[in-house]
């Protein structure tokens, strides 16, 4: 069974940085594409950012690009997302994702294992 771990949330003020990191234990993570999503409150979970098996290719949500940056570490079985320049509308609990296909996976449906998330609060 695979089991995705996040940790890393917490409070920031805009213009900050922190960094989530997302541990799967069960399988080895190079088995996996792996994914971040976001909800906040009253609105639908949406994708963030997602990094390819290999590690070779990354894709972003436009909201997020040139801000944070997925990156993943196989030998500690973890992946990250690095978040900087962070603003009040990044507010929200944060998920990673495990697919087991080979591709850059957008939506909810491609993946396969969910973390239970962890929550990022950015203050004005």
């Known amino acids: 069974q695979v089991q995705l771990v996040e940790s890393g949330g917490g409070l920031v003020q805009a213009g900050g940085s922190l960094r989530l990191s997302c541990v799967v234990s069960g399988r080895t993570l190079s088995r996996y594409g792996m994914g971040w999503f976001r909800q906040a409150p009253g609105k639908e979970r949406e994708f963030v950012a997602t990094?390819?098996?290999?590690?070779?290719?990354?894709y972003y949500a436009d909201s997020v690009k040139g801000r944070f940056t997925i990156s993943k570490d196989n030998s500690k079985n973890t992946v990250y997302l690095q978040m900087n320049s962070l603003k009040p509308e990044d507010t929200a609990v944060y998920y990673c994702a495990a697919d087991r296909n080979y591709r850059l996976g957008l939506t909810i449906g491609e993946y396969d294992y969910w973390g239970q998330g962890t929550q990022v609060t950015v203050s004005s």
């Open positions: 990094i390819r098996r290999s590690g070779g290719s990354t």
